[in-house]
């Protein structure tokens, strides 16, 4: 079955630092990527995705590129706020269907 | 539009007891879903339905039941609660296609004593 692996929080950064959290995943096929974001007592809401190999999604000024070669989707920002302090996720679906696998979660705390 | 609904927002039972989370949805979508998210661990699947009268078990369907009689609702039931289901509890729904944006409820805090 599919799997994902995402690196372990928290992770405290500084505003206007650059936020990198590493999403890896084992699946069949190609399927859509997605990063989940949840905000503190808040469910789970949806920051980007990307549908095929090379895309790129973007949102928020978060961004993240599907790269097939390395298995890879990793969320990159720029320069954070502390808006940002949140869960992220990234998920991935099965081949048929919609039933998500998650990553454990990363934990992002942006101090001012 | 209210999206996805859950109810309660908190919830303490008593190890044995029984309670039914609810869930509602008014966007038409044919699959929902079920989520306990426990620290370190992400989201686990405990049950989903892809349409009204089908229903199926996830990663962690033990100790829960669910039914699906229409589109919009979608109640998840502990039949003898355990401490082992203290968790947040997370409904969601979409399409079925796997392209497709999941959108999820607030969550549902349950603690078992």
């Known amino acids: 079955g599919n799997s994902v692996t995402q690196m372990e929080g928290p992770v405290t950064l500084s505003e206007e630092a650059f936020l990198t959290i590493n999403c890896t995943y084992t699946a069949t096929g190609y399927p859509s990527l997605f990063w989940y974001v949840q905000y503190p007592g808040e469910g789970l809401q949806l920051l980007l995705k990307?549908?095929?190999?090379?895309d790129k999604g973007s949102n928020k000024g978060f961004e993240a590129t599907y790269r097939k070669e390395t298995t890879s989707f990793h969320l990159e920002k720029g320069s954070v706020q502390v808006s940002d302090s949140a869960v992220y996720f990234c998920a991935l679906p099965e081949a048929a269907g919609n039933k998500l696998t998650f990553g454990g979660g990363t934990r992002v705390l942006v101090k001012p | 539009n209210a999206g996805v609904t859950q109810t309660p927002k908190f919830q303490v039972l008593k190890t044995g007891q029984s309670m039914t989370l609810q869930c509602a949805q008014d966007?038409?979508?044919?699959?929902m879903s079920w989520y306990r998210q426990d620290p370190g661990m992400g989201l686990r699947l405990i049950h989903y339905s892809v349409g009204a009268g089908i229903t199926d078990q996830g990663e962690v369907p033990n100790g829960y039941n669910v039914s699906r009689s229409t589109t919009e609702d979608f109640p998840l039931r502990l039949l003898s609660a355990a401490p082992s289901q203290t968790s947040v509890y997370f409904c969601?729904?979409?399409?079925?296609?796997?392209?497709?944006?999941?959108?999820f409820g607030p969550g549902t805090r349950l603690t078992v004593l």
């Open positions: 966007m038409n979508h044919e699959y």
């Open positions: 990307a549908t095929k190999a090379d």
């Open positions: 969601a729904s979409s399409t079925p296609k796997g392209t497709d944006t999941q959108y």
